[in-house]
């Protein structure tokens, strides 16, 4: 059964400050992706990344993976206010035949809030 | 506009009562989701379906069942069976392998 786990769970930063939340994932995977869910709200998709390596840049937020260390990091570069969301990553399932079963396992999620 | 859409928004029902929401999307995707959120928690896969008239149970299916009559459609039945209903429910869809999923706008339900 594959299991994504997150960290930190809750994260509270200064504005200005540079954090990492990361992404550990337990078997074979190359497809991964990041979410943001505002209060209240449904997820919006952040980040599509598909092979090791992989490198994506959005504003403040970079995410990258690594597929041999089953690893995906979210760098938050001179945080703002506007950033506070909980953030979630999701794994795809690599089936037998290589394909994916369509289903994604999600992270608990981290709550980030960026203080004045 | 393509995208995704849950009806209704807010839902309040009695205790016992069945309830159907609403999921469409016009993206043309293959793939369908439905999840429930608890508040400051993750996301729980109740049923999916990867094509029309097939659909598998996910992680919390008890109490709840699915239909995918159609591609653009799949809605969800909360039965008196689920012991604690009340809860955020997302609907999402998918292109296929490698795509991101996309979520509606979801439901919040209220069950007393």
């Known amino acids: 059964e594959l299991k994504v786990e997150q960290n930190p769970l809750f994260l509270s930063m200064q504005e200005g400050k540079n954090y990492t939340i990361y992404c550990d994932y337990s078997?074979?995977?190359?497809?991964l992706y990041w979410y943001r869910q505002d209060p209240g709200k449904s997820l919006e998709s952040l980040f599509v990344?598909?092979?090791?390596?992989a490198v994506k840049q959005e504003g403040r937020l970079m995410a990258s993976l690594d597929t041999k260390a089953r690893l995906s990091t979210l760098h938050i570069t001179a945080a703002v206010h506007d950033l506070s969301a909980t953030y979630f990553c999701?794994?795809?399932?690599?089936?037998?035949?290589?394909?994916?079963?369509?289903?994604?396992?999600f992270g608990k999620g981290t709550l980030l809030t960026v203080n004045p | 506009d393509g995208g995704i859409t849950q009806s209704p928004k807010y839902l309040f029902r009695k205790e016992g009562q069945n309830v159907t929401l609403s999921c469409e999307q016009n993206?043309?995707?293959?793939?369908m989701y439905w999840y429930r959120q608890d508040p400051g928690q993750g996301l729980r896969l109740i049923y999916y379906?990867?094509?029309?008239?097939?659909?598998q149970k996910g992680d919390i299916a008890e109490g709840y069942s699915v239909s995918r009559e159609k591609k653009e459609s799949f809605p969800l039945t909360v039965t008196s069976a689920q012991k604690n209903p009340t809860a955020f429910y997302l609907c999402?869809?998918?292109?296929?392998?490698?795509?991101?999923?996309?979520f509606g706008p979801g439901t919040r339900l209220t069950v007393t």
């Open positions: 990344l598909l092979s090791n390596g």
């Open positions: 999402a869809s998918r292109k296929g392998q490698s795509y991101e999923q996309y």
């Open positions: 078997t074979t995977s190359d497809r």
């Open positions: 999701a794994v795809d399932i690599i089936g037998g035949s290589g394909g994916s079963n369509y289903k994604l396992t």
């Open positions: 993206l043309n995707h293959d793939a």
């Open positions: 379906s990867q094509i029309v008239n097939d659909f």
